[in-house]
C-alpha cells in the first residue's frame, strides 16, 4: 500500500484546512486508516483514527472538536478536516494505514506515507 497526503499549507490562527490521504495499490476500504503529526523536535502524536468501515472514529483530547476524520470508500480517500487551527497544531501530518482497526499507537500501523506539512502562524 503506498499513500500518498496532502492538503497541508501555512494558514493563520483560526482557519481551516482539509487534508487527504489517497492510498493505492490496494484495496482501501479493508485498511483502518489513521493521522499522526510530529512537530520538530517532538515524538510522533497520534491525531485521528478511523476503522475500515467508517463506522468508528477516534480523537485526540488535543483536537476533539476541531479536527474531523473521515472516509469516502467509493473515492479511496481518507480526510482529515481541520478548523480552529492553532500554532500548536504546526507539525508535520502523516497518514497511516493498518489491517481494519483503528487505534492510537503508531506501531500498529504498517503502512505510512509521506508527510504533509501544516503551518499555523499567529
Known amino acids: 500500500v503506498q499513500l500518498q497526503a496532502s492538503g497541508g499549507g501555512t494558514v493563520q490562527v483560526g482557519d481551516s484546512l482539509r487534508l487527504s490521504c489517497a492510498p493505492s495499490?490496494?484495496?482501501?476500504?479493508?485498511?483502518?486508516m489513521g493521522w499522526f503529526r510530529q512537530a520538530t523536535g517532538n515524538e510522533r502524536e497520534f491525531v485521528a483514527a478511523?476503522?475500515?468501515?467508517?463506522?468508528?472514529?477516534y480523537n485526540s483530547d488535543s483536537v476533539k472538536g476541531r479536527f474531523t476524520i473521515s472516509r469516502d470508500n467509493a473515492k479511496n480517500t481518507v480526510y482529515q478536516q481541520m478548523n480552529s487551527l492553532k500554532p500548536e497544531d504546526t507539525a508535520a501530518y502523516y497518514c497511516a494505514a493498518q489491517n481494519q482497526l483503528a487505534t492510537s499507537s503508531w506501531w500498529d500501523y504498517d503502512y505510512w506515507g509521506q508527510g504533509t506539512q501544516v503551518t499555523v502562524s499567529s
Open positions: 495499490g490496494s484495496t482501501f476500504c479493508d485498511y483502518g
Open positions: 478511523v476503522t475500515w468501515s467508517g463506522g468508528s472514529t
